[in-house]
């Protein structure tokens, strides 16, 4: 009898525990700068939709972690071949009020607010904190060197949550986690020119707010043109600071700017001032800056900020960076508005007048309106309305009176009469060249200053 040799049987082994990593899905840039990740952990349950996880991952997750056991337990019964598919992003974090929100809903620092808590749309607190523009800078300056990396659904160490709309909440030091839907309850809309470091612009989408809501802060103009400022964003991959087009680099003419209420004065001493060339800065450029021959950015600076301060009917054309006898009436206007008189209200600007308009302080220019009495006796300037062609008013028979009477009434004929004439304009031209105003200061229609110097 042929011996065969004993046949090896191998023992069983058991089958490897299968490594688990972290799966990141690529991201769905939800607006320009403010990408929108939803993370998958498989740790052996499902991630919550309201966390941004899908409704059928907790069934799919379940059937890997009791598969993966299986495997575990069989040993070297045979091994199981599983297929992980790419997870299907899932809807964004649900607000309190029920709508998608891109930016998670507000919440308190550290995490999301408890169970049960009431819903609705939050409001601003009735006493925000108060903050300077400094502050604001320095806190935005923080998550910038450190680097802060986006997400939706982690808090930083300072408990402010690491996207777009947490990072202003964080900056103004809101004490809450707010989102693009909620941020303008603690501000107020303002225009482009008002625009200052530490205001910000937003783009809030309510019909969509996945579809392109993003929020910055402003840090200053990057030029006298103010086609492009200084952007303080959080966005993938980490806070950033960069010059960006006005008002964003999509969409801009949806990106609206606001100014925090809690925020106080202008920029103190520790914020760097722009370069000499450019205009925003908060610390004054000096009296040379401004006057006659004066060309440079500040004297534009200047009439933006008479504009906002009510000097609009000084500036038919807008500011510019050449001074101009409207730079002049306007900041005079500004200054008499503040009570002062003589040196005080020369129409050249000192430093108390323009850390009044930095900081946004003081009264502002008055509205001119009939019949409102005129500084030392001088009748009241009716409007620049009444001194054009085909008008009729009393103002005009005044006007051309008291141009007679100051030896600037050659050009009339007869009269003077209520009904404005090329004899008025004429006259009120000679007036105003014998001002020394030459150009658009001297086109024979009366503005405010003419009426005074007139009149005095």
């Known amino acids: 009898m042929t ?10 082994t058991a089958m490897p525990v299968p490594a688990f990593e972290e799966y990141e899905p690529a991201g769905d840039c939800v607006c320009l700068g403010c990408a929108q990740r939803r993370r998958a952990l498989v740790r052996g349950r499902a991630i919550g939709r309201r966390d941004g996880g899908h409704p059928a991952a907790r069934g799919a997750r379940r ?19 599983l297929a992980v598919s790419t997870p299907v992003p899932g809807p964004g974090p649900v607000a309190l009020d029920g709508s998608d929100s891109p930016q998670g809903g507000r919440a308190p620092l550290h995490g999301r607010p408890a169970a049960g808590r009431p819903g609705g749309r939050p409001g601003a607190p ?10 604001i800078i320095n806190r935005a300056k923080l998550w910038l ?13 300072d408990g402010y949550r690491q996207d777009c709309s947490g990072y202003v909440s964080m900056a103004w030091n809101l004490g809450t986690n707010e989102w693009t839907g909620s941020l303008d309850t603690f501000a107020t809309r303002i225009t482009k020119e008002e625009l200052l470091p530490g205001d910000m612009l937003l783009f809030h989408n309510p019909a969509d707010p996945n579809n392109g809501s993003h929020v910055v802060l402003f840090g200053g103009w990057v030029d006298e043109t103010r086609t492009h400022y200084i952007a303080y ?15 964003y680099w999509k969409n801009s003419e949806k990106y609206l700017p606001y100014r925090f209420n809690g925020v106080t004065g202008g920029l103190g001493p520790e914020e760097p001032a722009p370069a000499p060339n450019q205009p925003g800065a908060s610390a004054f450029p000096g009296a040379a800056k401004f006057g006659p021959g004066a060309d440079n950015p ?7 900020m008479l504009i906002g301060r009510g000097g609009l009917r000084f500036y038919p054309k807008g500011a510019s960076t050449k001074w101009s006898d409207a ?46 009495p005129g500084p030392a006796g001088v009748p009241a300037y009716p409007g620049a309305a009444v001194f054009r062609p085909g008008q009729s008013h009393a103002a005009i028979t005044a006007l051309g009176r008291r141009l007679r009477e100051k030896g600037f ?11 404005w004439s090329e004899a008025d304009r004429r006259s009120v031209e000679a007036f105003q060249r014998a001002q020394g105003w030459r150009g658009a200061s001297a086109d024979g229609y009366p503005g405010p200053e003419t009426w005074r110097r007139l009149f005095a």
């Open 145 to 157: 060197e450190a680097k802060v990396p986006y997400s939706m659904s982690e808090y930083w160490t």
């Open 327 to 372: 730079d002049r009436l306007a900041t005079q206007a500004f200054q008499q508005a503040q009570g002062w008189t003589g040196a005080d209200a020369d129409g050249i600007p000192g430093e108390h007048t323009w850390r009044l308009l930095v900081q946004r302080q003081g009264k502002d220019i008055p509205p001119t309106r009939a019949g409102r």
């Open 126 to 135: 009735a006493l925000v904190r108060r903050i300077d523009r400094t502050t």
């Open 298 to 304: 500040y004297v534009a600076e200047l009439g933006r």
């Open 409 to 419: 009434g050659k050009y009339y004929t007869s009269g003077p009469g209520p009904r």
């Open 233 to 247: 964003e959080q966005t993938r991959p980490t806070t950033r600071r960069q010059a960006t087009p006005y008002g």
């Open 3 to 12: 011996m065969q040799p004993p046949v090896h049987v191998p023992m069983p």
């Open 63 to 81: 059937a890997l972690v009791l598969a993966t056991a299986a495997g575990v337990v069989l040993g070297g019964g045979g091994s199981v071949a």
